[in-house]
């Protein structure tokens, strides 16, 4: 990327995509100096791709479940995958027999394929997924890498992490009957919500509030905390490091 150009980011959503329209509005409103190329789906259904829509952005949907069906019918896997080397890499499924790994990985290959390959003509910095509900391979982080130096996915998660990773992360914090929910925005490393932590924020959780109200909460704090870890990313002022055993994400210093 040259000194000038605005970092290109894609987006990928499946569902509302309240946090891409948080995101675009934050483009919008001058809060964060940012590109956004392209928005994309696991499902022609995803709301967010008439959000993106709205606003001119450029969309595409990898639809992950007629994908998973040509798998089924046999389709040829990506010629550079290798089930060995994903699953060597791979720590999503850790413990578990092969013949129930290499389905899981094959049908993902060729989801993951579709997805790179209808990404790549957009060039993209950094790939930020906002409410996207599957899980990436090797296979895909791998081929995504845009620089070396910078880990090129983030995602933001409905917990406070390492706390209720999955697909749950607020009914999980109430069901718990925590006094404290939140949101995270982290790395994609290898594993499930597993990369390293770059901004989290956190709401009280009262008696007499339902999940609804946990939800209504932890996503208003959501709309904030992700531009703002977005823009962390765009000034370049997101360092991961190795300390204690643990990748983790330092925030270096506005420049003066
Ligand atoms: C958000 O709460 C986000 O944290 C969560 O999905 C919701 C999407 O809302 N993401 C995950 O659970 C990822 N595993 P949105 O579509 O309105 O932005």
């Not at 404290?180 to 932590?197: A, K, L, N, W």
């Not at 996503?219 to 990313?233: A, K």
Request: hydrophobic share 40%.
């Amino acid at each position: 990327m040259d000194g000038n150009a605005k970092m290109r980011i894609g987006v990928l959503v499946s569902g509302g995509g309240s946090n891409l329209q948080a995101i675009m509005d934050a483009v919008k409103g001058g809060e964060l100096d940012v590109e956004i190329v392209c928005v994309g789906a696991d499902t022609p259904s995803a709301k967010g791709l008439q959000r993106a829509e709205a606003q001119g952005i450029p969309t595409f949907v990898s639809d992950y479940r007629a994908l998973f069906a040509q798998w089924r019918d046999g389709a040829s896997l990506p010629r550079d995958f290798s089930f060995e080397a994903v699953a060597a890499k791979q720590s999503l499924m850790k413990g578990v027999p092969v013949d129930t790994l290499r389905p899981f990985l094959e049908k993902r290959a060729l989801a993951e394929a579709d997805l790179l390959a209808q990404l790549a003509p957009y060039s993209i910095d950094l790939l930020v997924l906002a409410g996207f509900m599957r899980v990436f391979t090797p296979y895909f982080i791998d081929g995504i890498a845009a620089s070396p130096s910078q880990p090129p996915i983030m995602n933001i998660h409905p917990a406070l992490l390492p706390a209720f990773p999955g697909t749950d992360g607020y009914g999980d914090t109430f069901r718990y009957g925590c006094k404290v929910g939140g949101c995270t925005v982290h790395f994609v490393d290898y594993g499930e919500d597993s990369g390293p932590i770059i901004g989290q924020s956190s709401f009280p959780i009262l008696a007499g509030d339902d999940l609804d109200a946990v939800k209504r909460k932890g996503l208003t704090e959501e709309w904030s905390l992700f531009p703002s870890c977005i823009r962390l990313y765009a000034e370049g002022r997101l360092q991961v490091v190795e300390r204690w055993g643990t990748r983790v994400v330092d925030i270096l210093p506005e420049e003066a």
